[in-house]
């Protein structure tokens, strides 16, 4: 249990590192983030699936040569499995909330990612909207 | 490779175990798909996410009660991982194409399900068209 929640909060950590490389458009960092050993695939919102390491880093590209991205991670949950495990997080996005899942193997002792898919997330949950610092007028 | 063309096969195997269940709205094949020992998490599209072996037993309980359910499985494909893997698919339903992506872990020798994650697609592949059998007018 208390390996479970060490591979949690590297889970966790590493998913942070991908919102940072995604909101940041660093190419660099998203290479080094997506497994170099085994098959990844990555389903964007509308998008075909993308199949395989070097479609995946190119259609980040793509959505990195578009625009500054803004993008933020929400409500992040892990779940830890023998040397693999995942990441259910809301995407916030200024055209509205998206729900993602983001899988990572472990490669040479790094956790890396196989697979993201997001897509439509009805609403965001109810408590983020009480951790947001600023209270909203009415 | 051997080995993981096996798993892959494996893969597909316990995928379409879970389009039948899913199908026949058979709670117990249902039940008997996802594992007993990991953490769950089922993202159905529009729904909350929904985290827990019970909660996610509910939810398709919930599914199952609403309608015969049509659903069909298209364009399955699998990745292999250590005593892990996962399936991408096309589901198709009479409201249209979703996306899905089904994780499965080894559990007593046994792929089951840990994550099941289902959002809009953007349009069938074109090689399924191919494969119906009788051709459209028009």
Known sequence: LADRSRVEA??????????????????????????????????HPGW?????????????????????????CRSARAVAL?????????EVLPQGALIATNYFVREDGKLRLVHHQAGPAPRLPAQEKKESPPPRPN
Chains 1, 2 share one sequence.
Do not use: H, T
């Not at 199949?51 to 993008?71: C, K, M, Q, T, Y």
């Not at 023998?82 to 809301?90: E, K, L, Q, S």
């Open 48 to 72: 075909p699936p993308i199949f395989g390491r070097e479609e995946v880093l190119a259609s980040w590209g793509r959505i990195f040569d578009n625009a500054p991205v803004s993008i933020e």
């Open 10 to 43: 590297e889970l966790l950590f590493a998913n942070e590192a991908f919102y940072r490389a995604f909101q940041a458009a660093d190419s660099q960092g998203m290479a080094e983030l997506w497994s170099e050993v085994s098959s990844v695939v990555c389903l």
């Open 82 to 90: 023998a040397d693999a495990g995942f990441v259910v997080c809301f």
